[in-house]
């Protein structure tokens, strides 16, 4: 994968954003997500994430061959769908 590919760009509060850092904490995931940007590495799969206090964009850095774009993609989604229902 030569460019990253934008996976996600939503319109986020810094409440809703602090949430989200919270709940991948709560959730055990060992993934650095302290920061307002910074790069999440899961399984041979690489993020990049950058929240600007009205936005926050993830992009697709890089993933193994048998992995999908839409499976990451999902998996980006659920984690945000279900820091919602808790924020």
């Known amino acids: 994968m030569s460019k990253p590919k934008l996976l996600l760009?939503?319109?986020?509060?810094?409440a809703g954003f602090?949430?989200?850092?919270?709940?991948?904490?709560?959730?055990?995931?060992?993934?650095p997500?302290?920061?307002?940007?910074?790069?999440l590495s899961d399984s041979g799969v690489i993020?990049?994430?950058?929240?600007?206090?009205v936005v926050l964009r993830v992009e697709l850095i890089k993933k193994p061959f048998y992995?999908?774009?839409?499976m990451v993609r999902g998996k980006v989604e659920k984690?945000?769908?279900e820091a919602t229902e808790i924020a």
């Open 33 to 39: 997500f302290n920061f307002d940007e910074g790069e």
């Open 47 to 53: 993020i990049r994430y950058h929240y600007d206090d």
């Open 18 to 31: 602090t949430a989200l850092q919270e709940y991948a904490r709560v959730k055990g995931k060992s993934l």
């Open 9 to 14: 760009e939503r319109r986020m509060t810094r």
């Open 79 to 81: 984690l945000f769908a």
């Open 67 to 70: 992995v999908s774009e839409s």
